[in-house]
Structures are given as C-alpha cells and as structure tokens.
C-alpha cells in the first residue's frame, strides 16, 4: 500500500485520468473529491463489504444490496 499525506486542496492523479482532491478535514473525517471516468466503479468499502456479508448470508436474493455513494 502506498501512503501519501496531503493537505487541504492538495490532489493524488492515478492512471492520468483519475483524480483524488482532499476538500477538507473536520475533527476525524476526511472530505474527498473524486474525478474519473464513467466506466470507473468508484464504492465505498463498506457497501462493497455489506453487499459481500449480503451475498454470504442470501445467496438466493436476485435484487443488488449496493447503494449509490450518496445514499
């Protein structure tokens, strides 16, 4: 794992298409800006770990346990 440590409005390019911009820090968040291409699946992790648990626990459900990044 490469760790880097960035300030506020400070940004991370990877790939040369995906962009990664701290937009601020508030006591123990992190605020994260994320430019790529549409065809990128940007998740957070724990969705991407509750749709495993998900998948474990229901093996028969048809329906996607993901939600969009907002919700």
Do not use: C, F
Request: aromatic fraction near 2%; hydrophobic fraction near 40%.
């Amino acid at each position: 794992m490469l760790v880097l440590t960035r300030k506020i409005d400070q940004g991370i390019v990877i790939s040369g298409n995906i962009y990664l911009r701290v937009l601020g820090v508030e006591r123990d968040r992190v605020k994260i800006g994320i430019s790529a291409p549409m065809d990128i699946i940007i998740l957070r992790q724990e969705l991407l770990d509750r749709d495993k648990e998900n998948k474990v626990g229901d093996e028969g459900s048809a329906e996607p346990k993901i939600q969009a990044a907002g919700d």
